[in-house]
């Protein structure tokens, strides 16, 4: 039975690790891809190179190839390069990681940065605007979370509430019925 339990165990952990490395490899070639048809518009491959990390972060996180390279050639239309890329790759990235979804992430930045070009920013004055639009995306959200734990804490005290009265209820009828038997009782007893 022991070595039943082993084998079981052994299986489990393969299972996962081959998960675990398909996983990775999905990522791997998800960017490779991206990185491919991001040098054909025009992007730099040492600038893609500085993004990897978050990229494939939010690959991991579900964002699709496409949602990604949108966002990156509105940046490089914009005129967001070198640490300003950087720096709004990263923030999109927190905000996936806060929750946000990958594709609304994009969508939030990309908004962003199309007001603030709008403006006529450019380069870290319209970085500092995505940056800016992030940061007040986040705060809504951490809100918003906020406002669930509070009322989940709600909805569970009313959920006690209604159990005690409920049982204090129950008692008093359970009370009344046994007065109820005593009194039947005594009275076939006479």
């Known amino acids: 039975m022991q070595k039943v339990w082993i084998a079981g165990i052994l299986l489990v952990c393969c299972v996962f690790l081959i998960h675990g490395l398909s996983y990775g490899a999905d990522t791997a070639t998800t960017f490779t891809e991206l990185k491919t048809e991001l040098q054909?518009?025009?992007m730099k491959a040492e600038e893609i190179s500085g993004i990897e990390k978050p990229v494939k972060e939010m690959i991991g996180k579900g964002a699709t190839k496409n949602d990604i390279k949108n966002t990156l050639l509105d940046f490089k239309n914009k005129g967001i390069k070198g640490e300003e890329l950087k720096d709004s790759v990263n923030s999109m990235n927190e905000l996936v990681k806060s929750g946000e979804a990958p594709k609304e992430a994009g969508n939030i930045v990309s908004r962003a940065a199309h007001q603030a070009q709008a403006q006529g920013l450019k380069?870290?004055?319209?970085?500092?605007?995505?940056h800016e639009?992030?940061?007040q995306r986040k705060m809504q959200m951490e809100e918003m979370k906020k406002k669930m734990r509070e009322g989940e804490r709600e909805t569970k005290a009313r959920g006690e509430k209604m159990k005690k009265d409920t049982e204090k209820e129950s008692g008093k009828q359970q009370?009344?019925?046994n007065k109820g038997k005593g009194s039947i009782m005594k009275g076939k007893g006479r």
């Open 175 to 177: 009370m009344k019925m």
């Open 40 to 42: 054909s518009k025009g």
């Open 123 to 130: 380069g870290k004055e319209l970085a500092a605007k995505v």
């Open 133 to 135: 639009a992030i940061k």
